[in-house]
C-alpha cells in the first residue's frame, strides 16, 4: 500500500540521517500494537513512556467523539457529534495524551465510527447536544442516511446479502450513505481534526459495512501517510470478504484469533497443518494479528481473561511468529456483556493496574486486568526483535507442542497442556553453543545442532544467542 511505501522510504532517509535505529523508524507492519479499550485519555497518557520502553509502538484507543449517555460500555459506538468530549475525556485531554504519546515514540490510533450515529429515537448526547435518530444538528439530514428498504425494520438480517450489510441498518443504528459529498466531506473534515492532533490512523469501525468505492474517497482524501486499519470480520460464505477492501488498509484477521483459541483453550495445536495454515488468510503485510479486542473477549470466539494462562501464551506465540502485524489487547474484567468501566462523575475513573500483574491474578468485577504489562510481553517484543527478518523453520510438533525455529537466530516452543509435562529433542540450524531462555532466564546447550527443550504444563520458552 502507498502509505507503507512512503514509510519504508522515510525510514532509510531518517536511518541515514540519524544513524541510528529506533522502532518508530519500522514500516508500519513489523510494528507492535495495543488496544487499550475503554481507557481515558489522562490514563493512556500516564501510561505511555512505560509502553515506549517496553517496545509498543502504537495504541489504539476507543471512539472519542461525543456520544449518547448511559453506562454500558458501548454508548462510544453511537455517535451523537463529532466533537471529542466523552466519558473518556474532554479535547485538551485527547490532545495531551496525543503529544505526551508521541513524546515517547508511541503513535496514537484512533477508533472512529462513520457508518453510523444512533439506534435512539431522539436525545441529548454526552456534551448536550440534541439529536433525532435521523437528524444531527450541523452534521446530517434526514437525506444522508439509507433507507434500505430490505428488511421489515431496515435492520441488517442476512449477512448473505451484501446490499443488506452495506445499506441497511447495523444493530439498527441509522446508517450514513457515505456516496453522498457532504456526508464524505464531513466524515473526512472529522478525521482532519484528529489527524491536526498528531493522530497517526484511524481503526475504521464496521468497515465491512461501508461499500469499499464509498469508504475509497474519504481514504483518498486524507494524507498518503495515514493508517487505516479496517475492521472487516470474515465470516464463512459470507459475499462480503476482507479482501475486497485489502487496497483500502491493514485488516483484523479474525480466523487467526479464532484458530489461537482452538489451540490454547480446546487444546487443538497438534492439529496444525504448519504447510497450509495461513493459506486462507489475508496475506501478512496486510493484515493485523490479534488474539482478542472488545468484541471477541464478549463473544467467546476468541480467548479472553476465563483464560489468562492461555491467553498469555497465545500473545507469546503471536509475538513470536513472523505473521502480521501484531495487536496486543489490555481490557478490564467484566460478567455482565454491557457493563462499563468505573466511572466518577459520568467520567470513566484512572486505570489502577494491579501491583504485580501477572496471569495468575484473579479479579473483582470491573478490575483492569493490565495485560499488557504481564512480564512476558516486553520478553516476547524484545524476542520478535531479535529474530526480525528471520524464516520459520525446523517446526516442533506433537500433541501438545508447538514450536519453530527463526532461522539462525531463535527458538520458540511452548506447551498448551494444562497438566503434562512435555520433554522433545529439537533439529536446529542454530549454531552450537549456549542459548539464554527470555521467559525464564535459563540457559539451554545447542550441541551439534541439537537441543533438549522440557517446557512445565502451560509454558513456553524463547531462545536467543546467550
Ligand atoms: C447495542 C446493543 C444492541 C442494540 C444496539 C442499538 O447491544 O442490542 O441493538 O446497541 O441500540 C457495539 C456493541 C453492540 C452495541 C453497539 C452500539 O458491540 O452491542 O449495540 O456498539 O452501541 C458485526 C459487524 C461489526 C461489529 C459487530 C458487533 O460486522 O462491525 O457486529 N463490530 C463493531 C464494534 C462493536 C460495535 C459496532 C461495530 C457498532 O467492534 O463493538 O458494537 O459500532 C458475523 C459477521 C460479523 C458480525 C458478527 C456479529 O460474525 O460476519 O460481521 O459483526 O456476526 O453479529
Ligand atoms: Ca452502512
Known amino acids: 500500500m502507498r502509505a507503507a511505501r512512503t514509510i519504508a522510504l522515510l525510514t532509510t532517509s531518517l536511518l541515514l540521517l540519524s544513524g541510528c535505529s529506533t522502532k518508530q523508524d519500522q514500516p508500519f507492519s513489523s510494528q507492535v500494537g495495543l488496544q487499550l479499550f475503554m481507557w481515558p485519555w489522562q490514563s493512556v497518557a500516564s501510561e505511555c513512556e512505560g509502553l515506549g520502553n517496553q517496545g509498543i509502538d502504537w495504541v489504539l484507543v476507543s471512539p472519542p467523539q461525543e456520544h449518547i449517555v448511559g453506562s454500558a460500555w458501548w454508548t462510544v459506538y453511537q455517535p451523537v457529534s463529532y466533537q471529542l468530549q466523552s466519558r473518556l475525556g474532554n479535547r485538551s485531554d485527547f490532545e495531551n495524551m496525543v503529544k505526551t504519546c508521541d513524546q515517547a515514540g508511541v503513535n496514537v490510533l484512533v477508533d472512529v465510527v462513520i457508518n453510523h450515529m444512533t439506534a435512539q429515537d431522539s436525545g441529548i448526547g454526552f456534551a448536550g447536544t440534541s439529536f433525532e435518530k435521523y437528524n444531527y444538528p450541523g452534521l446530517y439530514g434526514p437525506e444522508d442516511f439509507h433507507n434500505c428498504g430490505l428488511t421489515a425494520g431496515n435492520s441488517i438480517e442476512n449477512y448473505g446479502d451484501a446490499k443488506q450489510v452495506q445499506t441497511c441498518e447495523l444493530l439498527g443504528l441509522s446508517d450514513l450513505d457515505q456516496s453522498r459529498p457532504n ?192 512480564a512476558s510481553v516486553e520478553k516476547m517484543i524484545r524476542f520478535r526483535d531479535l529474530v526480525d527478518q528471520t524464516a520459520v523453520v525446523n517446526t516442533v510438533q506433537t500433541e501438545n507442542l508447538f514450536g519453530f525455529e527463526r532461522e539462525g537466530k531463535g527458538f520458540f516452543i511452548v506447551n498448551v497442556s494444562p497438566e503434562a509435562e512435555e520433554t522433545v529433542e529439537a533439529q536446529t540450524t542454530l549454531p552450537d553453543g549456549s542459548y539464554l531462555d527470555l521467559l525464564s532466564d535459563e540457559v539451554f546447550e545447542v550441541n551439534a545442532g541439537k537441543i533438549t527443550l522440557t517446557l512445565k504444563p502451560l509454558s513456553a520458552i524463547a531462545l536467543v544467542k546467550n
Open 183 to 374: 456526508v464524505q466531506t464531513t466524515i473526512v473534515g472529522f478525521l482532519n481534526d484528529l489527524l491536526n492532533l498528531g493522530v497517526t490512523g484511524f481503526r475504521i469501525d464496521a468497515a465491512k459495512h461501508i461499500a469499499p468505492s464509498d469508504l475509497e474517497p474519504i481514504v483518498s482524501a486524507l494524507p498518503e501517510e495515514t493508517i487505516f486499519l479496517l475492521e472487516v470480520i470474515r465470516g464463512a460464505g459470507e459475499p462480503i470478504q476482507p479482501e475486497q477492501y485489502s487496497n483500502l488498509g491493514y485488516i483484523w484477521e479474525f480466523d487467526y484469533a479464532r484458530s489461537m483459541r482452538s489451540y490454547f483453550e480446546d487444546q487443538l495445536i497438534g492439529y496444525i497443518d504448519p504447510a497450509t495454515r495461513f493459506d486462507s488468510y489475508l496475506p501478512s503485510d496486510r493484515a493485523i494479528s490479534f488474539i482478542s479486542n472488545h468484541d471477541t473477549e464478549r463473544n467467546s470466539q476468541a480467548l479472553n481473561f476465563n483464560y489468562q494462562r492461555e491467553f498469555e501464551l497465545a500473545t507469546s506465540l503471536m509475538l513470536a511468529e513472523p505473521y502480521g502485524t501484531p495487536m496486543l489487547y489490555s481490557s478490564y474484567y467484566f460478567f455482565d456483556y454491557d457493563a462499563g468501566p468505573t466511572e466518577e462523575n459520568g467520567l470513566v475513573t484512572a486505570v489502577a493496574c494491579p501491583t504485580n500483574p501477572t496471569s495468575d491474578n484473579s479479579y473483582e468485577d470491573r478490575d483492569w486486568i493490565c495485560q499488557h504489562r504481564w
